[in-house]
């Protein structure tokens, strides 16, 4: 991952509503969640949820799906995966691995 690319995914998550919108989809798994279940499981009024899943997917943290008439929405574990790798490269300057930094 580019460091432009890991700003804008940790931009995107730096809202709450957009951050418990992520973490619901990541729970969802590879099922994912129609923006109705989302807004009612969140109690976010749905222009709102709209505009946080378009900075989301903008951001590539969330794609989306059409499934006949509804959308649905998945967090991208692949983008996900990316970033966490590109925040802990350099842990513990290359020493015996994540699980020694403390």
């Not at 690319?5 to 509503?17: M, P, R």
């Not at 279940?37 to 222009?47: D, F, Y």
């Amino acid at each position: 991952m580019k460091e432009d690319q890991a700003v804008a995914s940790l931009a995107a998550l730096a809202h709450v509503q957009r951050l418990r919108v992520f973490r619901s989809l990541v729970v969802a798994g590879q099922g994912g969640l129609t923006p109705s279940v989302l807004a009612e499981q969140l109690g976010v009024a749905r222009n709102a949820l709209s505009f946080h899943l378009k900075a989301l997917t903008h951001a590539g943290m969330v794609k989306v799906e059409q499934q006949g008439r509804n959308l649905i929405y998945r967090a991208d574990y692949a983008n996900m995966d990316a970033l966490m790798g590109y925040l802990t490269e350099h842990c513990c300057q290359g020493g015996m691995g994540r699980e020694t930094c403390a």
